[in-house]
C-alpha cells in the first residue's frame, strides 16, 4: 500500500539528489545524462524502500514522461528547421550581411537588443535562439567573439521575451497560476526587469572584445558564403514567416512546420535544390557542405533531427526523476513542512523563489517550476493578504528564467545544444536570467525597494 510520505524522508531525497548531482556534474565533469539516471534509479529505489509501490513509481514516471513529449516535439522539429535554414541559405545570408553591418566591438549589445526585440514579437525563446541566435553565434566565431560571452547576450536577449511579451506561454501561464491578469503581471515585473537590463546592458557593453579583426578573413569568409549559396533577401521569407505566425499567436508546433516547408521552398527556387532525397538527409542528419572554409563550414554543418537527440535523451531523463518527486508527493512534503513556520511575508516571497529554483533542479521543467509552487503558495498569499502579483512575478523569475541556467533543464539542455555552448560556462554570462530573481529577492527583503515596486501593498510584505 502507498504510503504519504514525510518530510524527514522527502529531505533524505533531496540531499541524496542534490550531493549525487552536484559530485558528479560539478566535481567529476560528467555529462548530465548518467548521473541524472543514477540519481533517478536511486530515488525510485528509495521511494520503494519508503513503501511505495512499483506501480506507483512506474506511473510516477510515466506521467512525468508524458510532460516531456511536447519539448521533444518542439526540439526535433527545431533541429530540423536549423538545417532547412542552412540548407535554403537563410542562415548564410544573414551571416553575410551581418558581418557588414554589426561591429565586433558592439557584438554583444547588438546581439542582446535584437533577440529581445525578435523574442518580444515571437513569444519564444527557443524561436529566437534557434534563428537569429545561430546567425549571430556564426558572427561571433568568424570575428573573434568569445562563444561563451555571445551565448550569454543571445540568452539574455532571447528569455526576455519569454518572460516579458504577452505572446509567451509562460508570461501568460504565471498570472493564470497567481489569479491575476497578464498586463498586471507584466506591469510588476517591470520592477526586476529594467534594473536588471540595465545591468545587462552596461556588462555587455564593457565585455571584453578583440582588440583587432582579420578583414581578410572576413572577406574569405564572405566569398565562401557566396559560392556556396545564392545570397538573396528571398531566403529571409521563411524566418518572416516564422515570427508573422508567432505574432498571430499561431501554436508552435504549426509556426514551426510552416518555417520547415517556406525553407525547403526556399530551397528549391532560390538555391535550386530540389532533390528530395538531399532534402530527407539533411533534415535527418543536418546540412554537410563541401565547404573548403573550415570556418564556414563549422558554422553551416548542423542541425537536423539528430543533432536534437542528446537533449531529447536528457529531457526524458530529467522529467522521468521529475515525475517520481511530483507524483510520489516529495516535492509537496518538503515545501508544505517549511511554509508552516514561516511568519513574514518576506519569507513568504523567498520561500517561492526557492521553491520555483528547487524545483527547477529536480525537475529541469520550467512549468512546474510555475505551477507547483503556485499552486502550494497561493493559498498562503490569500490568507496572509500577500499580492498575487508579487506571487506571479516571483514564479516567473525564479522558474521561467532560472530553468535555462540548468544544465538539465529543458530551455538549457536546448540552448547548450542549439549555440554549441555547455551551461555551465554561458551561466555567468546570461546575466539577465539570474539578475532578475536577485532583485526579486532584494524586493522582498529591502523596505524602501518594496515600496518603490508594491506601493501601500508593501506594508502587508514587509509585516
Known sequence: MDRQLSFTKSIILFIFILTLLFVS?????????????????????LLRLFGFSWKKLESAIIQGIQTAIMPILILSLIGILIAVWMMSGTVPTILYYGMDYIKPQFFAVSALYVTIIVSMFTGSSFTTVSTVGVAFMGIALTTGISPTLAAGAIISGACFGDKMSPLSDTTNFAPAVAGVSIFTHIGNMLYTTIPALVITTVFFWFAPSPDSIDLTAIQQIKLALQDSFNIHWLTLLSPLAVIACSFKRVSILPTLIIGIVTGLLVTAFVQHQMAIDVWFSVMQSGYKSTIANETVAAIVNRGGLQSMMWSVSLILIALSLGGLL?????IDAFFRKLIQPLKRGSSIVLMTGASSIAVN????EQ??????PGQMFKDEYNRRGLPAKTLSRTLEDCGTLINPLIPWGVSGAFF??????PVVEFLP??????LCSLFTFAYAFIPQLQKNSLGR???VISG
Open 25 to 45: 556534474i560539478f566535481c567529476l565533469k560528467a555529462e548530465p545524462h548518467l548521473p541524472l539516471l543514477a540519481t533517478t534509479v536511486g530515488t525510485a529505489t
Open 326 to 330: 511530483q507524483h510520489c508527493g516529495v
Open 361 to 364: 533542479i529536480m525537475t529541469g
Open 367 to 372: 512549468y512546474l517550476s510555475i505551477l507547483l
Open 416 to 421: 547548450a545544444s542549439t549555440l554549441g555552448v
Open 429 to 434: 554570462y546570461a546575466t539577465f536570467l539570474w
Open 457 to 459: 501593498e508593501s506594508e
